[in-house]
Nanobody
Framework: QVQLVESGGGLVQAGGSLRLSCAASVRTFSSYAMGWFRQAPGKEREFVAAISRSGGGRYYADSVKGRFTIARDNAKNTVYLQMNNLKPEDTAVYYC????????????????WGQGTQVTVSS
């Protein structure tokens, strides 16, 4: 069983930055591909970014490419999402997810989910 706890969300003005963290309680964190997803009110959950088990592969949604950076520290069992130049349309609940295996970009293939952290970007 993997438990994921996100932190770092909050309220920020457009153009600002936030860094989300996701701490995983698991003995073999490096065995898990990690992803970030988000869900805005009334919308489907959507892919934001994913990172391979080693950290060598990083993938982004077109809407965040060039503004967001995903990273992981396997020694700390933590994955990060650095969000720069935030826009009001980035407002959503952000979820961290883990998958035992190779990295994928679809929510349905992730096995474990955090409780989410709210990000609100004001215009």
């Amino acid at each position: 069983q993997v438990q994921l706890v996100e932190s770092g969300g909050g309220l920020v003005q457009a153009g600002g930055s936030l860094r989300l963290s996701c701490a995983a309680s698991v003995r073999t964190f490096s065995s898990y591909a990690m992803g970030w997803f988000r869900q805005a009110p009334g919308k489907e959950r959507e892919f934001v970014a994913a990172i391979s088990r080693s950290g060598g592969g990083r993938y982004y949604a077109d809407s965040v490419k060039g503004r967001f950076t995903i990273a992981r520290d396997n020694a700390k069992n933590t994955v990060y999402l650095q969000m720069n130049n935030l826009k009001p349309e980035d407002t959503a609940v952000y979820y961290c997810a883990a998958r035992d295996g190779v990295v994928v970009l679809t929510a349905t293939h992730f096995d474990y989910w955090g409780q989410g952290t709210q990000v609100t970007v004001s215009s």
